[in-house]
């Protein structure tokens, strides 16, 4: 009996890569992942498309290493993040900071995917 284990590749290289810069384009997207994962930007990018159906366990690894990595980095930040909003809203005057400890708490948010419908 013969197992397989479906990634979603673009989820995941979107993990590495993060989120697309206005003035950047898909290929140096890609290639950012590349870097991050220490991959060629060929072969993220024939993961991305759905170009290589039987990835290498070695690539698979890199792959999965490198999202989870920045998975960690971005729950860290988004820690540091909810800290410093903690420390905002606790000031003897926070009504002057309310807007900045939203906007520390919805990129914290984001930053742990919880924003995702």
């Known amino acids: 009996m013969q197992s397989t284990l479906e990634l979603d590749w673009k989820h995941l290289i979107g993990e ?3 989120p697309m810069k206005s003035n950047e384009t898909r290929e140096r ?7 991050k994962s220490r991959l060629s930007y060929r072969q ?7 170009q290589c159906e ?4 070695s690539v698979t690894f890199r ?3 490198a999202a989870e990595k ?7 930040l ?7 909003a903690g420390s905002l ?21 984001a930053l742990r995917g919880l924003d995702r419908a």
């Open 54 to 57: 039987d990835p290498r366990a």
């Open 44 to 50: 993220i990018k024939s993961l991305y498309y759905g």
């Open 70 to 76: 920045s998975r960690k980095e971005a729950g860290q």
């Open 63 to 65: 792959v999965l290493t």
């Open 89 to 109: 809203h606790a000031q003897e005057n926070s009504d002057r900071h309310s807007s900045d400890v939203l906007a520390l708490i919805n990129a914290a948010r």
């Open 78 to 84: 988004a820690s540091q993040f909810e800290a410093l």
């Open 29 to 35: 997207w890609l290639d950012r992942a590349a870097r």
């Open 16 to 18: 590495i890569a993060g």
